[in-house]
């Protein structure tokens, strides 16, 4: 296939009818590698994100090994997109816990800590987790909202990984957990600047 030239480089919106019509490649003289090139660099959006699928492994056997890796990458962008999605979603279901009456009078609408703890229970439902380890994501989503917006945004442009984002919070929790909100922001603003200046292009691991 033909090779495209590489200026100007193809956006989100001239992008998206190709992961739909394969003859848009052949108009815009990408080949499948130059594609998936282009799809690990660029903006993400959420059509993008919600649209780049590929049709199994056919679609991977005609491009190169370092086409596979490019894929490869766009496909943890897109996962790194979503979980900062979830992320500001559980954020602000944390922050606004309103559930809704029952209409037929079956049962009481929870208000003060009964309300947290049947949040817990919805999202450990929908997520298919432990209680304990969904009221550990509503927090670890509430800190990032609050005290490492940074490290969210590096999240949904796959810069960082959700692993790293949470590690974040887990592993300043305790010496944030004790100062005056004033000083908390402060002190998580310092430390987020530090991490992610450090901490770019690092494994979770060397992270920490």
């Not at 030239?5 to 009818?17: E, F, I, V, W």
Request: proline residues 5%; charged residues 20%; negative net charge.
């Amino acid at each position: 296939m033909t090779v495209a030239l590489r200026s100007p480089r193809p956006t989100t919106a001239n992008l998206l009818p190709a992961l739909f019509a394969r003859s848009w490649l052949k108009e815009q003289r990408l080949s499948d590698d130059g594609f998936c090139d282009s799809l690990a660099t660029i903006q993400l959006s959420p059509s993008l994100s919600m649209a780049l699928v590929f049709p199994g492994k056919q679609t991977f056997r005609r491009l190169s090994h370092r086409g596979r890796l490019d894929l490869l990458t766009a496909l943890e962008r897109v996962r790194a997109w979503v979980d900062a999605e979830q992320q500001t979603l559980l954020a602000d279901l944390a922050a606004h816990n309103e559930h809704e009456a029952d209409p037929a009078g079956g049962f009481e609408t929870p208000d003060g800590p009964q309300a947290s703890v049947w949040l817990t229970e919805e999202v450990a439902g929908v997520l298919r987790l432990a209680p304990t380890t969904a009221n550990a994501r509503l927090s670890t989503a509430t800190a990032l909202h609050a005290l490492f917006p940074t490290a969210l945004h590096e999240l949904r442009e796959g810069r960082i990984g959700f692993l790293h984002a949470s590690t974040l919070v887990q592993e300043t929790e305790s010496a944030l957990l004790n100062l005056d909100p004033e000083r908390r922001s402060e002190a998580a603003a310092s430390i987020e600047r530090e991490a992610l200046e450090q901490g770019s292009g690092q494994s979770v691991g060397q992270f920490r």
